[in-house]
């Protein structure tokens, strides 16, 4: 049985090291991603939390005024 010939201390040391650069490129990449996403989607709950209150409000604002009493309604 021969030993593996000089190239391969260089070859797969290279390509081990190529993997991981590439793994590393590309998960800070999804990682960015996820982070943007997550971001994106608290914006988007906050409007609707927003929304959701304002409506809230007018909807207690008409119903005041539905419950007060007309100064008409006494003649």
Known sequence: MDLPSSAHLIYIPMVLLTGVMVG?????????????????????RAAARARREARKQAKQAAAAADDAPDADAED
Request: net charge positive; charged share 45%.
């Open 24 to 44: 590393f490129i590309l998960g800070s990449r999804a990682a960015r991603n996820a982070f943007d996403m997550e971001r994106k989607r608290d914006a988007e």
